[in-house]
Nanobody
Framework: QVQLVESGGGLVQPGGSLTLSCEASRSISSYTVMGWYRQAPGKARELVATFMSDGVSHYSNSVKGRFSISRDNTENTVTLQMNSLKPEDTAVYYC?????????????WGQGTQVTVSS
């Protein structure tokens, strides 16, 4: 079972940038998908970006063109570069690892890192 640790959150002004990192406790090369989700106060957790094992990435419409996800299977890390941040990007950001096996799908989550966009 993989353990995920996020880092890089903090307070940033609107228009600023942050880089979130997720470090896995074991190899992530076999995981079907690595991704980032976020949860704002009073709202459901939502997908931000994913990076599939075949190299395909996907972004939510709200962050497309501003955020960039990368995956390093040798360093066992997933990074989310966030540019042109907006107040509505304020949330707790969670790293996710998804693994499909013959017995079904398993999701693993980090503890989250707070991102606050405010002037």
């Amino acid at each position: 079972q993989v353990q995920l640790v996020e880092s890089g959150g903090g307070l940033v002004q609107p228009g600023g940038s942050l880089t979130l990192s997720c470090e896995a406790s074991r190899s992530i090369s076999s995981y079907t998908v690595m991704g980032w989700y976020r949860q704002a106060p009073g709202k459901a957790r939502e997908l931000v970006a994913t990076f599939m094992s075949d190299g395909v990435s996907h972004y939510s419409n709200s962050v497309k063109g501003r955020f960039s996800i990368s995956r390093d299977n040798t360093e066992n890390t997933v990074t989310l570069q966030m540019n042109s941040l907006k107040p509505e990007d304020t949330a707790v950001y969670y790293c996710n690892a998804g693994l499909g096996t013959a017995r079904g799908w398993n999701d693993y989550w980090g503890q989250g890192t707070q991102v606050t966009v405010s002037s």
